[in-house]
């Protein structure tokens, strides 16, 4: 996840297939998608899917919430793993 995170923050795009099934059916397990790095003028809103760290993790899941210049994140099938301000690009399906 370092040549990821290294890669969003230097200002490219990559893409990738990730494994797993907690964003079915938005992503599905091996999937093809971009992510596209963030830039000071996008806008992170709900229902985006992002690239980010919660509670010291990795992933790519949905932003559910919005307060106070953070960032609710929960898988597609309602679990929240907590809140961020640590969002690192925006996730593009394929």
């Avoid at 995170?5 to 964003?23: E, F, K, Q, V, Y």
């Avoid at 229902?47 to 597609?76: E, W």
């Amino acid at each position: 996840m370092k040549n990821i995170i290294d890669a969003l923050l230097s200002g490219r795009s990559i893409t990738m297939r990730p494994s797993g099934h907690s964003m079915t059916p938005r992503i599905n397990h091996r999937d093809l998608i971009r992510i596209d790095p963030l830039k000071p003028e996008d806008e992170i809103r709900k229902g985006d899917v992002v690239a980010c760290k919660v509670n010291g993790r990795f992933m790519l899941h949905l932003v559910t919430a919005i307060k106070n210049g953070q960032y609710q994140i929960s898988n597609n099938h309602g679990h929240v793993n907590g809140w961020t301000k640590t969002i690192y690009g925006k996730v593009i399906r394929l």
